[in-house]
Every structure is written in structure tokens, then in C-alpha cells.
């Protein structure tokens, strides 16, 4: 396990800002919907979405086991890891030297990986874990892929599923994340990094927390503004490749999330990605007139590899970007 040292803790701490109360919340049920959601993805990258579909049991079922599973001792969460890249995590985030306030488990969507892998730790009764995994996975990636069955109808893209169809692919490769971050005072008044700022690399990622503060989104104008936690919507975040795929109309949003000092914050995400072969470019038809394309066409497996050489808080996307000729 990784302890914090004191320099280390000066560089992680900060002083928290005041929450935001301008963060677009789209109705799933209402006829404008596409459009709100189109206009939250170019302005944001970020929203909340409530008549979502998504059953409370699902969520309230998966909760009650990540806080179980967070609640057992050290050694028996050990088990589970380290994350090569699934398995249980513990302060130290990715390869390259991250650490933040934060234990984790990552798990890859394909349950059949999950079951043989962590049979042995989810308690007495795998099967409990596994299937309120299995429940809320498949109901979030519906919901999913509904936002982006909207989002393309709203672009006026022809063809409906040309985001959803990279989720609902067998070989998508689309991973699921618990956070628990412990309560932690902070130090002098400023709150600690739970998990450094970053961009996600997927399509869209869906999020929500047991109601408990600490996330953080960057506005356009680089400041950073807090999200009031909302148990009945689920927060969601345009990601890198996206991004790439509007040809950088949407924007994925830098967030981060910091120590709450009194309640111990969980958190679970859904992160919707591509296969890995898929090549991921601008679409010819969201490209108007004589624009050029800002992107190197690339395959999500190239992505992937040079994501995972970075360090978190990097703009991975630089090195995809095409040179504007002079
Ligand atoms: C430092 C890292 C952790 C991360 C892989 C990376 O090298 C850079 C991207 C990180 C991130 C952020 C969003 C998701 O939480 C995540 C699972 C992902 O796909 O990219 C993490 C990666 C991770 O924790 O392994
Ligand atoms: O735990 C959270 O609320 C967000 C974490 C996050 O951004 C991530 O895991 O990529
Ligand atoms: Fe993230």
C-alpha cells in the first residue's frame, strides 16, 4: 500500500470551490432532449440526466455490495488485485506513478472475465456480486447508448447507432469502476486529490456516487467548479474519443475529485468504449464544407496502448492531433 508522505500530500491538496448550480440536467422523457443534449456536450462535455430508466434496486442492490466488498479487510480486498489492469487498486491509479486518496476495483464489462477472476473474494456467495454487477451494467449501457442514439439525432447523423453501435459490439471494450474514497480531514483547511484531474479516453461515461460531494469538472475558461451530488440523476462525461468523432464539436471534460472530510464517498462508472480494432476519426458527415479533419485517424487499441503510457492528468489526444498546415 501506498502511503502519502507530506510533500506528497502539499502537492495533492487544494482549496475546494463553491458549488455550481449551472450544470445542464436533460429530461431522458422530453421531446427537446436531443437538442439540450447536443448543446450540454459542445458547452460542458458534462450533464446529469434524470428519467433515466435505470431501476433504483439495480443501483441501491450494487451499492450495498461495493460498500460491503470496501468495508472487508485490507488483505481479503488485496486478493483482488493489483489491477493488471482489472483488480482491486489502492491509491496508486494506472502504471505511471499516480496516487490519490481512493481504493478501487476495475473490472472489464465481459462477465465471464469478472466471475473467474474474483470468484474467490466476493464473499461466500460470488454469484450476489456478480449479478448486481451484470443488472447495473446492462441497464446504464442502455442508457448509454439511448444519450447517443439522441446525440446523433440531434447532429443530424443519419444513421442513429453510429455511437451506440461501438457499445452494443460483443467485442466492445467498455470497463466498469467502484471508487470508495474514505473520509480525510485534508490539511490546513484544504481538501486532499482523491483522483487527479483527467480526461476519460472512451465514447461516454456514466457516473454516480452514494450522494456525497467531491467531483469537479473544468469550465471552458479553465476554472473548476464543484457538482452538487444528485442521487436521482446520473452524471455524464464526454470522452476523448468522442471528442474525436465530432471532430472536436464535443468536448470531453478534465474532472477530478477531491477528499470529503465526513462522509466516505462511492462511486461507480460506466466507461462505454469502442472494440479495439475500431478506427476512430471524424465522421465525414459531420464535417461541413471545406473543414478539416483535426485528427489522425487511429484504432482505439493504438489509443489505448499510448493512454496507458501516460500519466493522468496528460492531454493524450495531442499526440493524434493533425499539424494545421500554414
Ligand atoms: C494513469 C492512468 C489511469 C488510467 C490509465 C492511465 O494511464 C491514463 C488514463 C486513466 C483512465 C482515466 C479514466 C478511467 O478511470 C480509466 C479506467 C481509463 O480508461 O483511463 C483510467 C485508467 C486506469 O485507472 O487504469
Ligand atoms: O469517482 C469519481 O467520482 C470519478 C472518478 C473518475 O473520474 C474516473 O474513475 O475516471
Ligand atoms: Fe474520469
Redesign the pocket.
Known amino acids: 500500500m501506498v502511503v502519502l508522505s507530506k510533500q506528497a500530500i502539499d502537492h495533492f491538496s487544494l482549496i475546494t470551490p463553491t458549488f455550481f448550480p449551472g450544470v445542464p440536467l436533460i429530461d431522458l422523457s422530453k421531446p427537446d432532449s436531443k437538442n439540450l443534449l447536443v448543446k450540454a456536450c459542445e458547452e460542458f462535455g458534462f450533464f446529469k440526466v434524470i428519467n433515466h430508466g435505470v431501476p433504483t434496486e439495480f443501483i441501491t442492490n450494487l451499492e450495498t455490495e461495493a460498500i460491503k466488498f470496501f468495508s472487508s479487510p485490507l488483505s481479503k480486498k488485496e486478493k483482488a488485485g493489483p489491477?493488471s489492469?482489472f483488480g482491486y487498486?489502492n491509491k496508486s491509479?494506472?502504471?505511471?506513478g499516480?496516487i490519490g486518496w481512493v481504493e478501487?476495483l476495475?473490472l472489464t464489462t465481459n462477465p465471464e472475465f469478472n466471475y473467474q477472476r474474483f470468484a474467490s473474494i466476493f464473499g461466500e456467495n460470488p454469484e450476489i456480486f456478480r449479478s448486481a454487477v451484470n443488472e447495473y451494467v446492462s441497464a446504464v449501457k442502455s442508457m448509454a447508448c439511448e444519450i447517443l442514439g439522441l446525440l446523433s439525432d440531434g447532429l443530424k447523423i443519419q444513421h442513429r447507432n453510429v455511437f451506440s453501435k461501438l457499445l452494443m459490439d460483443e467485442q466492445s471494450d467498455s470497463?466498469f469502476?467502484m471508487n470508495h474514497y474514505p473520509p480525510c480531514q485534508g490539511v490546513d483547511g484544504r481538501d486532499l486529490i482523491g483522483?487527479?484531474e483527467?480526461?476519460?479516453?472512451?465514447i461516454i461515461?456514466v457516473l454516480r456516487s452514494n450522494n456525497t460531494s467531491g467531483l469537479q469538472i473544468s469550465l471552458r475558461d479553465g476554472h473548476w467548479i464543484s457538482v452538487p451530488p444528485d442521487q436521482d440523476s446520473f452524471f455524464i462525461n464526454v470522452g476523448n474519443s468522442l471528442q474525436v468523432m465530432t471532430n472536436g464539436r464535443f468536448k470531453s471534460v478534465r474532472h477530478r475529485v477531491v477528499t470529503n472530510s465526513s462522509k466516505s464517498r462511492v462511486s461507480m462508472?460506466y466507461?462505454g468504449?469502442p472494440p479495439l480494432s475500431e478506427k476512430i476519426a471524424p465522421l465525414p458527415s459531420l464535417m461541413k464544407g471545406e473543414e478539416d479533419s483535426l485528427y489522425k485517424e487511429f484504432t482505439w487499441f493504438e489509443y489505448?496502448r499510448s493512454?496507458?503510457?501516460?500519466?493522468?492528468s496528460?492531454n493524450?489526444l495531442v499526440l493524434f492531433e493533425k499539424i494545421a498546415a500554414s
Open positions: 489491477p489492469p487498486g491509479i494506472g502504471q505511471n499516480d478501487y476495475l470497463v469502476r483522483f487527479g483527467h480526461t476519460d479516453p472512451q461515461s462508472i466507461f468504449g489505448k493512454a496507458h503510457k501516460s500519466r493522468l496528460d493524450r
